[in-house]
């Protein structure tokens, strides 16, 4: 199976703060790389496709990028909206795997 | 709009048989690859696996030996069957659709807790 790590496991950030979660295949994925949010309660929603694809209805200030086995997720100015449990997930091959996600809550 | 319902017990005995179904709404349930994905606090995100209406299915490895779907168009459900379970398989399970092209999963039921106890 391909393990997906994340770090930071949780933030504490600001709204308006610039906010960057990384993570990590453990073999390369191409770019079959997607990121999705999670509130408290609710189901996943997806964000961001395909390392960098916004979902449609997706915010602009959310954006992705990938260095080799390298994934981030970025977003640009942090809205109260945003406070959330992030997570990244591997479509190269099944079993699909998950991060283990990022917490941003508020500072 | 296009929605997903799952249904089914909340709480199953261990070595019982845990069974869910997805209802689909608003789409065709032939034009998708149907999944089931469970959350727990000591596995996270876990895919399951998925199903096509074609009768593809994918499962994952350390579940595949006590793991059934199915599905049934004329009603827009498909559903899950556990056998055996114990208390590792106490979870949120949700239902999702998978775009194949996309390799993502775009819209998710809403999720039911199944617990595991006698």
């Known amino acids: 199976d391909i393990q997906m790590t994340q770090s930071p496991s949780s933030l504490s950030a600001s709204v308006g703060d610039r906010v960057t979660i990384t993570c990590r295949a453990s073999?390369?994925?191409?770019?079959?790389l997607n990121w999705y949010q999670q509130k408290q309660g609710k189901a996943p929603k997806l964000l961001i496709y395909?390392?960098?694809s916004l979902q449609g209805g997706v915010p602009s200030r959310f954006s992705g990028s990938a260095s080799g086995t390298d994934f981030t997720l970025t977003i640009s100015s942090l809205q109260p909206e945003d406070f959330a449990t992030y997570y990244c997930?591997?479509?190269?091959?099944?079993?699909?795997?998950f991060g283990p996600g990022t917490k941003v809550d508020i500072k | 709009q296009v929605q997903l319902q799952e249904s089914g017990p909340g709480l199953v005995k261990p070595s019982e048989t845990l069974s869910l179904t997805c209802t689909v709404s608003g789409d065709s349930i032939s034009s998708y690859y149907w999944s089931w994905i469970r959350q727990s606090p000591r596995k996270g995100l876990e895919w399951i696996g998925y199903?096509?209406?074609?009768?593809?299915?994918n499962y994952s490895p350390s579940l595949k030996s006590r793991l059934t779907t199915l599905i049934d168009t004329s009603k827009k459900q498909f559903s899950l069957k556990l056998t055996s379970v114990t208390a590792a398989d106490t979870a949120v399970y949700y239902c999702?659709?998978?775009?194949?092209?996309?390799?993502?999963?775009?819209?998710w039921g809403r999720g039911t807790l199944v617990t595991v106890s006698s």
């Open positions: 199903i096509h209406y074609s009768g593809i299915t």
């Open positions: 395909a390392v960098s």
């Open positions: 997930q591997q479509s190269y091959s099944t079993p699909f795997t």
């Open positions: 999702a659709r998978f775009s194949y092209d996309y390799r993502f999963f775009d819209l």
């Open positions: 073999q390369s994925i191409s770019s079959y």
